[in-house]
């Protein structure tokens, strides 16, 4: 069931920045709709592992409000088709990059079987309880031995207490995961740390617009306790962000 906090967390903040964007400028549309923690070079290292090329058409399945589809599309000039389920997420996506998007859960995705290059999935298997069904799909709607790219965050032992809406697989169960719905997993590594200021500060300008104008509504309480929690679990080391290229067998 979604939460009120994810629907915060996913919804209404994305329409939050697609108005700050809309303020501040289409340099920062990127850095501040790429909501999964992708960054320019865990973006690079996913399209460079998935073999991206000119014209694939790529999946991005929980694309939030489109950054790293459109990234996709000016860096390597892929044609993305978003999938999204919360609908001011995916209005956010349409406004800033004009992007096609389909506003359909990641278990259900009303695509042909066969007719995808490439999917992408970032940060989004840790907010989803049944990933096996999601796997599944997108096994399905991809072309045989195509490549999905993953951001996945996860667990060092289980977690009692996860923010809202969260189920952080650890790294045993992610590979078993992927195997059971088809995909062979063929590298994986730690999301670089690094994130050029280029971007951190354009992001984070969205960021402060968004809380100068909206501080005070219950879902940017909502919100910004979700990530407080999030990071809470970086600092202490539980989590960690990885990127993995797996092809589909
Ligand atoms: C952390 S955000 C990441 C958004 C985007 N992938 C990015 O990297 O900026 C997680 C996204 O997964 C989406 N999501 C949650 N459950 C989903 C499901 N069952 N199918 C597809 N997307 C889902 C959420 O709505 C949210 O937009």
Request: aromatic letters at 6%.
């Amino acid at each position: 069931m979604t939460s009120q906090a994810m629907v915060a967390e996913f919804d209404e903040v994305a329409a939050w920045t697609a108005e700050a964007v809309g303020d501040l400028g289409d340099e920062h549309a990127i850095p501040a709709a790429c909501r999964g923690s992708a960054s320019p070079a865990a973006l690079a290292w996913l399209a460079e592992a998935c073999e991206l090329s000119a014209g694939d058409r790529l999946l991005d399945v929980g694309a939030g409000s489109g950054g790293p589809a459109a990234w996709a599309a000016k860096r390597f000039g892929a044609r993305p088709i978003l999938l999204e389920p919360m609908p001011a997420a995916g209005r956010a996506a349409s406004r800033l990059f004009g992007l096609p998007v389909l506003t359909a859960d990641g278990q259900r995705i009303p695509l042909r079987t066969g007719s995808i290059d490439v999917a992408w999935c970032l940060g989004v298997l840790c907010t989803v309880e049944d990933k096996a069904a999601v796997l599944r799909e997108i096994h399905r709607v991809l072309t045989p031995h195509a490549s999905l790219g993953l951001l996945v965050v996860v667990a060092d032992e289980p977690i009692a207490d996860p923010p809202d809406g969260n189920y952080f697989p650890l790294q045993s169960e992610l590979v078993d995961l992927l195997g059971a719905c088809g995909f062979d997993l063929v590298e994986q590594t730690e999301r670089p740390a690094a994130v050029p200021l280029s971007w951190t500060r354009r992001a984070q300008e969205v960021t402060a617009l968004i809380s100068a104008r909206y501080r005070t509504h219950p879902a940017y309480a909502l919100a910004r306790r979700q990530d407080t929690r999030l990071a809470d679990l970086f600092d202490r080391g539980r989590l960690s962000l990885q990127l993995l290229h797996a092809v589909s067998l």
